[in-house]
């Protein structure tokens, strides 16, 4: 099974990894950063998150090859607190996210993530999930649409993609991708597609509004600082504009410096920001060229300096 993980590298340097210490994947897959994570853990223990059933037979079985200190936990990392806790962990050394969709899961058809590939209509990463891209599609009032299409795509063209929706599925459902390319294709100007596939937006959309990424995330940022120790580090992966605004604002909210002793040469420990926030980190040029799916993805690390 093909899955490149982006900025691996980069990841597992700024997670600094000591192999005694406590590590989360929030975000498994198919074990990419966490198989690189758990070659550096002798005593150490690896909890990993996926709500994927096939992501997570695929890596216990790659990791179970590498060594025994780990644990997937079969659960949203929306739930991270509350896992670990079970668990009787309260603190890690570090914790990292990678938002983006595997290849796997784009790259096999009957998932519905693709506009490349024709499928039934899904999108659910996990498939205990009532809602699917079918019922969104087919089942959401305009308004409903325009706002999801707009927001979470960020598309120019929601209301005239939200229109033709409305109007093909009055003659019969929108069952599959395909169908829905073709109805977002026949929506939005000939110069529009020039400019990339007219559906990936769209499709974006739909996804993250099945899957309630964005609503999940601020919680899950917050909640993995707080679980941090002194020295920890959080690594976040982000692929669009959306999520990485979030994970930004997250960061600079609890990076703000005390109005105390602002401008002094030297901050007293206990008056330190929360958290210490690194410079952002984009692919090079090189891993583009070998992984066009990581163009977009930006890392954000920070470093919890103090407990509040």
Do not use: W
Not at 77 to 98: C, P, Q
Not at 106 to 123: E, I, P, T, V
Not at 272 to 282: A, D, G, N, T
């Amino acid at each position: 099974m093909k899955h490149i993980s982006v900025l691996l590298n980069e990841t597992i340097n700024a997670l600094n990894i000591k192999e005694d210490g406590v590590y989360v994947d929030c975000t498994l897959g198919y074990a990419g950063h966490s198989s690189a994570i758990l070659k550096r853990l002798k005593k150490g223990k690896l909890y990993a998150f996926d709500q994927d059933e096939e992501a997570r037979k695929f890596s216990e079985n790659k990791l179970s090859k590498i060594g025994s200190n780990f644990e997937i936990i079969p659960s949203n990392f929306v739930n991270l607190k509350s896992e670990l806790e079970k668990r009787n962990i309260t603190e890690v050394d570090g914790i990292m996210f990678d938002l983006g969709v595997s290849s796997p899961q784009l790259d096999d058809a009957s998932r519905g993530f693709s506009f490349h590939l024709d499928s039934n209509l899904d999108m659910r990463m996990d498939k205990k999930n009532k809602l699917t891209a079918y019922d969104v599609v087919n089942d959401y009032p305009y308004e409903k649409l325009v706002q999801v299409i707009r927001n979470y795509g960020e598309e120019k063209y929601a209301k005239q993609i939200s229109r033709n929706i409305e109007k093909v599925r009055k003659q019969k459902p929108i069952s599959t991708t395909f169908d829905l390319v073709n109805v977002i294709s026949d929506a939005v100007p000939f110069k529009y597609k020039r400019l990339g596939h007219p559906a990936r937006r769209t499709f974006q959309a739909i996804r993250i509004e099945v899957n309630k990424e964005l609503s999940i995330l601020p919680k899950a940022i917050n909640d993995a600082i707080d679980m941090l120790k002194v020295n920890g580090v959080i690594a976040v992966i982000t692929f669009h504009s959306l999520e990485d605004r979030i994970c930004k604002d997250i960061f600079r909210e609890r990076s703000k410096e005390d109005e105390l002793v602002k401008g002094l040469p030297v901050i007293p420990e206990d008056h330190l920001p929360e958290i210490k926030v690194l410079k952002k980190i984009k692919p090079t040029k090189e891993e583009i060229e070998d992984n066009k799916r990581s163009r977009s993805a930006t890392l954000r690390v920070a470093i919890k300096q103090r407990r509040m």
